[in-house]
């Protein structure tokens, strides 16, 4: 993994200094501490690359070159691509040769046979741009699922890109300014983002399964080569489980593929033993012993009560898993002030306020886990795609309108200061707007609210854990794999029945099923328990008296948004309406708070 930025211009003074391209690559060193790259084609373009070196280290530096008749193409690219080996034997049948075993030299070697028809091929993840000498244009593509980031902005004729919002804002051609639509993302739709809102003004983000190409004469055109589209379902229950089962084992297997150490994280839920179950196999032939990685709070057992998201607790069952695997197992503790003071670490990572403390213990478990590894495989995307959140199960849940997890933008629209003329309809515009894409055979038409939920979920919600997951990990220069997030089991699981995911009215009930064998019974069959967080009373005490710091504070940025007599109540209530899912209620509301003053602050974020 590795952090890319880049400028396209024909003007020369845009790279007269280039101390302006050192200063963007400085601030991705966290992405790429490994080696750092610039190439500068004056008059032209200038890519900057940061990189984080997992397979062949020695040759696969960037920005890569490559000559062919008298077209050069330069590549900065970030992620792993997971079929390179059938990449490269299509490519070598077609004549081309290799310098190394780098999935760098096969994307750049694929975009010079294919040009932008070569998405189609690329099973992975990744944000990468081709800048063609001759042509003078830049090629940019985001993979299917958008686990890797591209942000984008165009300044008087001027095109940027980068991995991380940070880095575009230390460009001097852009501002970090917000307007009324920045505040309506951060207040009424927050931690998520409109698909493509890059929330501050006037920045954008290409949207998973986006490509586009960018040249000072034509401008920037941008175009979606894949997404989720409904097909007929002809098999069996039987062989939907056989089929969901290969290639959910084939997506984690070619996602063991390092030269640097990997581990997985293991949390004692279904998703992430399964991960670590097929990962330990793997491991075991080759002699080897996996290590697996969980997080916990410090006394949480102690002030733990069970409710219907969360009806007990992970431990024991984590323990289970590692026994039953033969795991290396490494418990993360985090304690109630480390986890708060990192809320605003969490923050300089995603360049945004983000889940409170859900982020800053993702940012902390990552750090202790780099101690001992560069690469990790995760569990995200499996609750989306196999239908194991409560809003496809519960009837009522499932078919009230609005975003599930955030039915509570009344409440949110009470903080805002009266001035800012920002209702519940932004949101509602947005809602009606991602189901006009939903994809759905007539035939299927009795299941359209569970196709709008998956792309919902797919959409919108599922891309803030991506977000979260990409930042928070590579703040620690450590590679996070979501192989659940391989596009083969996204497409075959959307036309898959949900009959057949609801397989004995289990959430994820067919990939239950589907991995029988797999695991022991007890954790196969085990309730969805979600992301553990913090059950301390002493975290929410040291929340409470930093958000009383800045509503006695007159000057405090987010009082230029935030009504004061609103956040009062917030302290006051004990159990306000829950923020965004079941993962953020109030003492993470508080701590949202926290990181919007501190966001403004941090980056002297300008209000239009």
């Known amino acids: 993994?590795?952090?890319?930025?880049?400028?396209?211009?024909?003007?020369?003074?845009?790279?007269?200094?280039?101390?302006?391209f050192k200063c963007v690559q400085d601030v991705l060193l966290r992405r790429g501490p490994d080696q750092r790259g610039v190439f500068v084609d004056p008059g032209g373009a200038a890519l900057i690359h940061t990189r984080l070196s997992i397979v062949d280290m020695e040759n696969g530096v960037q920005p890569m070159v490559f000559s062919r008749g008298e077209e050069e193409y330069i590549i900065v690219y970030n992620g792993e691509l997971y079929n390179t080996p059938e990449i490269r034997e299509e490519l070598e049948s077609l004549g081309h040769t290799f310098k190394s075993y780098s999935d760098t030299e096969a994307l750049l070697l694929a975009y010079v046979q294919w040009k932008e028809r070569c998405v189609d091929r690329l099973n992975g993840i990744y944000a990468f741009a081709v800048w063609e000498k001759r042509s003078?244009?830049?090629?940019?593509?985001?993979?299917?699922?958008?686990?890797?980031?591209?942000?984008?902005?165009?300044?008087?004729?001027?095109?940027?890109?980068?991995?991380?919002l940070k880095a575009l804002l230390r460009h001097p051609l852009v501002e970090p300014e917000i307007d009324e639509k920045s505040v309506a993302e951060i207040m009424l739709i927050g931690p998520g983002r409109t698909p493509g809102c890059g929330v501050f003004k006037g920045i954008e983000e290409l949207r998973p399964g986006e490509c586009g190409f960018f040249s000072v004469e034509k401008g920037l055109r941008v175009w979606r080569y894949w997404r989720l589209s409904d097909a007929p379902h002809t098999?069996?229950?039987?062989?939907?489980?056989?089929?969901?089962?290969?290639?959910?084992?084939?997506?984690?297997?070619?996602?063991?593929?390092?030269?640097?150490p990997v581990c997985t994280f293991l949390s004692g839920g279904l998703d992430s033993s399964v991960i670590s179950s097929v990962a330990a196999e793997a491991f075991r032939r080759k002699g080897m012993t996996l290590h697996t990685f969980s997080v916990d709070y410090k006394d949480n057992a102690r002030y733990f009560t069970a409710n219907k998201f969360q009806p007990n607790s992970d431990e024991e069952y984590i323990n289970i898993m590692s026994n039953y695997i033969g795991s290396e197992h490494h418990k993360v503790i985090i304690?109630?002030?480390?986890?708060?003071?990192?809320?605003?670490?969490?923050?300089?990572?995603?360049?945004?306020?983000?889940?409170?403390?859900?982020?800053?213990?993702?940012?902390?478990?990552?750090?202790?886990?780099?101690?001992h590894a560069k690469v990790a495989l995760s569990g995200e995307c499996a609750d989306e795609i196999f239908g194991g959140y409560p809003w496809y199960r519960d009837k009522d849940i499932r078919e009230r309108e609005g975003f599930p997890w955030a039915q509570s933008t009344r409440f949110r629209a009470s903080f805002l200061r009266p001035e800012w003329n920002i209702d519940e309809?932004?949101?509602?515009?947005?809602?009606?707007?991602?189901l006009q894409d939903v994809s759905i055979l007539p035939e299927n038409a009795?299941?359209?609210?569970?196709?709008?939920?998956?792309?919902?979920?797919?959409?919108?919600?599922?891309q803030t854990l991506l977000d979260r997951?990409?930042?928070?990990?590579?703040?620690?220069?450590?590679?996070?794999?979501?192989?659940f997030c391989d596009y083969r089991i996204a497409e075959y699981l959307y036309s898959t029945p949900w009959e057949f995911k609801d397989w004995q009215g289990r959430e994820k009930g067919l990939l239950r099923f589907a991995m029988e064998g797999?695991?022991?019974?007890?954790?196969?069959?085990?309730?969805?328990?979600?992301?553990?967080k913090t059950h301390n009373p002493a975290y929410l005490k040291i929340v409470s008296d930093r958000l009383r710091d800045i509503i006695s504070d007159a000057n405090a940025p987010a009082l230029q948004i935030v009504r004061k007599d609103a956040l009062e109540r917030l302290l006051d209530n004990d159990s306000p309406t829950p923020w965004y899912g079941q993962l953020m209620t109030a003492p993470q509301t508080m701590a949202y708070f926290l990181q919007i003053d501190y966001w403004l602050r941090k980056y002297s974020v300008k209000i239009a």
């Open 1 to 20: 993994m590795c952090g890319i930025a880049g400028v396209v211009s024909d003007k020369p003074e845009v790279y007269a200094d280039p101390g302006v």
């Open 136 to 164: 003078r244009r830049l090629f940019a593509a985001r993979d299917r699922i958008g686990v890797k980031p591209f942000f984008y902005a165009v300044r008087d004729g001027v095109f940027l890109f980068a991995s991380e």
């Open 235 to 260: 098999d069996t229950f039987e062989e939907t489980a056989e089929k969901t089962r290969s290639l959910v084992m084939d997506a984690i297997r070619r996602q063991l593929v390092s030269d640097t």
């Open 335 to 371: 304690d109630s002030r480390e986890l708060a003071d990192a809320l605003y670490a969490a923050v300089d990572a995603r360049d945004l306020p983000g889940m409170a403390d859900v982020d800053s213990s993702l940012l902390l478990f990552c750090s202790e886990i780099k101690k």
């Open 425 to 434: 309809e932004y949101v509602k515009e947005r809602y009606e707007t991602a």
């Open 446 to 462: 009795g299941e359209r609210r569970f196709k709008e939920m998956v792309n919902l979920n797919f959409d919108w919600f599922m």
């Open 469 to 483: 997951k990409d930042r928070m990990s590579m703040y620690n220069g450590l590679e996070v794999r979501v192989p």
């Open 518 to 532: 797999a695991l022991p019974a007890e954790v196969l069959w085990r309730k969805k328990s979600p992301y553990p």
